[in-house]
């Protein structure tokens, strides 16, 4: 057992590959691209930037992200810098929840749709080129779809599906399309119904916050990834305005029958943290093998299903088993040069410094103060009186620390834009940091950067520096109001990383969806990652809890008839303690 113990400690202790490396790009979840306004309520007077039912596609060697209502969509080289694309023409009504596919030299992209509507291509997405494919689909029996739909091309046997399905009432549907028939249904009543939720004895699938709603739950967000042989048919579930929005997998050795539950569900789940929900995307391979997962966080601000977007980690290991990796999903990674070969290789050892940090500001809105600006929750924020050049907030970081990145999230309070005019609808701020809190260093000035929108703005340094205290100086938003939910700063101290937490018990409930979780804090932690999984060394799942909070967590995500085992981990300002022992349930 020892010696298990000291495996496990040099796995979750690794150092990033990417350490003797030079500036190595770095990203954090919500991605930073200019989300554009969403007008689906705009009969409710107001507006909001949402990012929703992601599906990032690597076509030719670069990536397109396309998303719900977006009037375009997203160019990348590198996963880091996104070019937002308008198309030359828009043949229909704009996209929601859209399937794109990349095969050989042609990108093909089909909508959402209860009706008629064709299928389309692009030899030239960068250019925004896109013409039609086939002329339409033709029309399934009411309410069947394809709604949240999925295109898939098997390249083993040249075969082509549709998976589709977004419902509480209805599975996730398969069919065949003919390539013969430019992508038709090969036939037209051989759709198959192949998931449907089970609730009962699948605890992630219950809805509600943490699983606690007895509401019937939703599916939706089909994907296809074929690995190995086996096919993973992914699915969203329970529900999209939840912290524990989350992705599952089925697996078959046939694209439309046989499909199993896989007991390692859900594959890619975070319900606690800064960005929490990772249900609803899709996984593609970058440039290096690399595979990834998609995923829409929930904001619900201005609206209930308001939701930026996120990609995480995934792979496939030694059994095939599919997982991705939301441990600090919402902090610093780098960007991969190579393979990985361990799940926590691009983690970058940053460290969350401002975690309920005091903060000044130049003024404040009525009850919308400053302490709003670190708690770590997208939905409380704060609004300055007002919207103009110069208005400033002032982080005292209590002692100083080596700080390497920033995350400013904005906030749509009472917004009243209904366009995206790139003229009209940007962000500038500049960062200063300092020591004394009186000489101050330029840190950024977006001022002189090329203009564009940046709700979510992510800016790493190319060199760390030595600050105790951070100010954001603010230019300009196209929003009436100027509101912040978090102002994140990212780093290390020069302390130690907390102890490793130790009592870790975990009783399982005479209901077995559930756990009851306990363990004995540490001094000077900011927070513990509780890990879990099928098997000792398959401790895929995290879920964050802040050490203001209460040293108990009832999981209830846990699969009926699978054995599950634990561990803890502590973090703070300088690091990351080694996992406890793994345990299992009692």
């Not at 977006?70 to 080289?77: E, P, V």
């Not at 509480?168 to 998931?195: V, W």
């Not at 460290?351 to 708690?375: E, G, H, I, N």
């Not at 770590?376 to 110069?390: C, D, L, S, Y």
């Amino acid at each position: 057992m020892k010696n298990l113990c000291f495996i496990f400690a040099l796995l979750w202790v690794a150092q990033p590959i990417f350490a003797q490396t030079s500036s190595p790009k770095t990203y954090c979840n919500p991605m930073d691209i200019d989300y554009k306004y969403n007008f689906e309520q705009l009969n409710d007077s107001i507006s909001y930037r949402s990012g929703a039912d992601p599906v990032i596609i690597n076509h030719k060697g670069e990536y397109y992200l396309f998303v719900t209502i977006s009037g375009g969509w997203w160019h990348s080289k590198d996963l880091l810098a996104w070019k937002y694309i308008v198309p030359d023409k828009w043949p229909m009504e704009d996209m929601c929840a859209p399937a794109a596919l990349s095969v050989r030299d042609t990108l093909y992209l089909f909508q959402s749709t209860f009706e008629q509507r064709p299928i389309f291509y692009s030899l030239e997405p960068e250019k925004g080129k896109l013409l039609f494919y086939n002329r339409w689909l033709p029309r399934l029996p009411p309410l069947i779809g394809p709604w949240d739909p999925a295109l898939f091309h098997d390249e083993d046997t040249d075969r082509w599906f549709m998976y589709w399905g977004s419902s509480n009432t209805y599975p996730l549907f398969g069919a065949e399309l003919d390539k013969r028939k430019r992508l038709t249904y090969k036939d037209l009543n051989a759709y198959k119904g192949l998931i449907y939720l089970d609730p009962k004895n699948h605890g992630w699938e219950r809805f509600g916050r943490n699983h606690r709603d007895t509401i019937r739950p939703f599916t939706e967000g089909a994907w296809m990834t074929k690995h190995k042989g086996k096919y993973f048919l992914q699915y969203g579930a329970p529900g999209t305005e939840y912290n524990v929005y989350a992705n599952g997998t089925y697996v078959s050795d046939d694209p439309l029958e046989g499909f199993k539950y896989a007991p390692y569900n859900p594959i890619s789940y975070k319900p606690g943290g800064f960005m929490t929900g990772a249900g609803h995307g899709n996984t593609f391979q970058d440039n290096h093998g690399n595979y990834w997962n998609t995923g829409t966080p929930w904001i619900a601000v201005n609206w209930n299903f308001e939701r930026r977007i996120a990609m995480f980690p995934t792979g496939f290991d030694k059994d095939n088993q599919m997982f991705a990796n939301t441990r600090f999903g919402d902090f610093p990674h780098y960007l991969p040069t190579k393979k990985w070969t361990n799940k926590d290789e691009l983690f970058t050892g940053w460290m969350l410094l401002s975690y309920k940090k005091t903060v000044t500001a130049s003024s404040a809105k009525d009850t919308f103060d400053t302490q709003k600006l670190t708690d770590e929750n997208p939905r409380t924020f704060w609004v300055a009186k007002q919207n103009k050049a110069g208005e400033n907030l002032v982080m005292d970081l209590k002692e100083i620390f080596e700080v390497k990145a920033f995350q400013i999230n904005y906030t749509d309070y009472k917004s009243n834009i209904y366009d995206n005019i790139p003229e009209k609808v940007y962000t500038q701020f500049k960062l200063f940091h300092s020591l004394d809190g009186k000489n101050w260093t330029l840190a950024t000035d977006l001022t002189t950067q090329a203009k564009r929108d940046r709700p979510c703005a992510y800016i790493a340094l190319e060199k760390p520096v030595k600050a105790r205290y951070i100010k954001y100086e603010h230019v300009y938003v196209a929003s009436p109001q100027l509101a912040i939910s978090d102002f994140r700063v990212f780093g290390n101290g020069a302390g130690k990383a907390p102890k490793t937490p130790t009592k870790l018990t975990v009783k399982r409930d005479t209901d077995e969806r559930n756990a009851f979780i306990t363990w004995e804090k540490v001094p000077n932690a900011v927070g513990y990652n509780i890990l879990w999984g099928i098997a000792k060394d398959k401790l895929y799942q995290t879920y964050q809890i802040w050490n203001d909070e209460p040293n108990t967590l009832e999981l209830r995500a846990l699969t009926v008839g699978q054995k599950y085992y634990f561990a803890i981990e502590a973090f703070n300002e300088h690091g990351v303690s080694v996992a406890s022992e793994v345990v299992g349930e009692r």
